[in-house]
Structure formats: C-alpha cells, structure tokens
T-cell receptor, first 113, second 111 residues
C-alpha cells in the first residue's frame, strides 16, 4: 500500500537510448511532480502537473516528456539519453492544488553509460 | 522564481547537543515551509512543516521557526541522537508551483 510508487527502482542504459519511468500515487492527490537529484544531492523540480494539466515546466531539455494519463499517474519519458542525465529521479504528489501533504516516491536511480 | 539558500552545508555536533540549520527564501508569496530528512539511498521524508501564519512549531525534539519579515526559517534539533545523522533539506513554495529546495545540510552526530 505504498503511497507514491515508482518503477523501476534502478535503470542502467546506454547513451542514445529512450527510457520511461512510471509513477503512481494512491493518496487521492491532484498534483504530481518530477524532481531530479544530482550527485551533489541537489533536488530540482522538473515538472508539475495538476489534474493532468502541465503547470510547471522548468528549464528541462525537450528530450524529457512527462505524460499524465490520469491524476493518479505521471510518467516520465526520456529520449536520446545522455551521460548528464544520470541522477536519481523522484516523483512526488500533493493535495489541494498546492503543496500540502507533499510525499515523495522511493526514487529511480538512472545510470547512463 | 523562488530561491532558497541553506546553511551550513555540513554540520557536525556531539551526541546530545543541539543542531540548528538556517534557510532564507526570496519569494514573499511563499507560504509553506517544510523540512525533509533524507537518509542514504532513501527518499526525502517530511519531518516538520510550518505555514506562513505561524511563527513557531514544535514536535518533540524538533522545532521550526519562521520570520516572514526577514524571509528566513530555521530547524532546531535538540538532544541529538545518532539516528539524526542524515541530509536535511529546507523548502519553500506556494500553490502547485511546487517546492524549491535548499541545497541540503549533511548533519553528522559524533558519538
């Protein structure tokens, strides 16, 4: 009964490949996010979705494309992977068109070789 | 957009002493200020939060203070224990814009 779940937990892939990370929340939250945590532990927001609508799209290469089929799911597709994409990607969700109850998923460690 | 500064980047204290981590933010519209603890290899977990209409909040050994005029907020941990060792993040935000995080403080509890 994990509140925010991500798959896969680990992802090792070669440069140039395309990969997807899936996120699902069972908290009934209406806002979901993707964060990137680099090797220095800095957490930076990438995208924010509210009720399947894109709210925030920070300066992220257009190789990254989020998709929200419904408000419980927010997937992240990455095209043409680069070495610099290696990081831990965290999904999160919150309620009330806001940031209350902000809960993180367990993270996906992406390694591009 | 919001900018959050966090200090210090590393803090080493003796077990049983207190630890204080400080953050400043730039956007006066921010109204939510949570603190997260992240242990090695795990997800950030909320430990305490404060909203803009409150100046101080306490939960057992952890307290947070907020000064909206000066745009800064602090985390106080008293009677530190070995299990308090982790990276701590402050954050600030409003609405569905999401949270902007500080760069983290590596707290080390010396036995």
């Amino acid at each position: 009964d994990t509140a925010v779940s991500q798959t896969p937990k680990y992802l090792v892939t070669q440069m140039g490949n395309d990969k997807s990370i899936k996120c699902e929340q069972n908290l009934g939250h209406d806002t979901m996010y993707w964060y990137k945590q680099d090797s220095k532990k800095f957490l930076k927001i990438m995208f924010s979705y509210n009720n399947k609508e894109l709210i925030i799209n920070e300066t992220v290469p257009n190789r990254f494309s989020p998709k929200s089929p419904d408000k419980a799911h927010l997937n992240l597709h990455i095209n043409s992977l680069e070495l610099g994409d290696s990081a831990v990607y965290f999904c999160a969700s919150s309620s009330g068109f806001g940031i209350y109850g902000y809960t993180f998923g367990s993270g996906t460690r992406l390694t591009v070789v | 957009g919001e900018n959050v500064e966090q200090h210090p980047s590393t803090l080493s204290v003796q077990e049983g002493d207190s630890a204080v981590i400080k953050c400043t933010y730039s956007d006066s519209a921010s109204n939510y200020f949570p603190w997260y603890k992240q242990e090695l290899g795990k997800r950030p977990q909320l430990i305490i939060d404060i909203r803009s209409n409150v100046g101080e909040k306490k939960d057992q050994r952890i307290a947070v203070t907020l000064n909206k005029t000066a745009k800064h907020f602090s985390l106080h941990i008293t009677e530190t224990q070995p299990e308090d060792s982790a990276v701590y993040f402050c954050a600030a935000g409003v609405g569905a814009d999401g949270l902007t995080f500080g760069k983290g403080t590596h707290l080390i509890i010396q036995p």
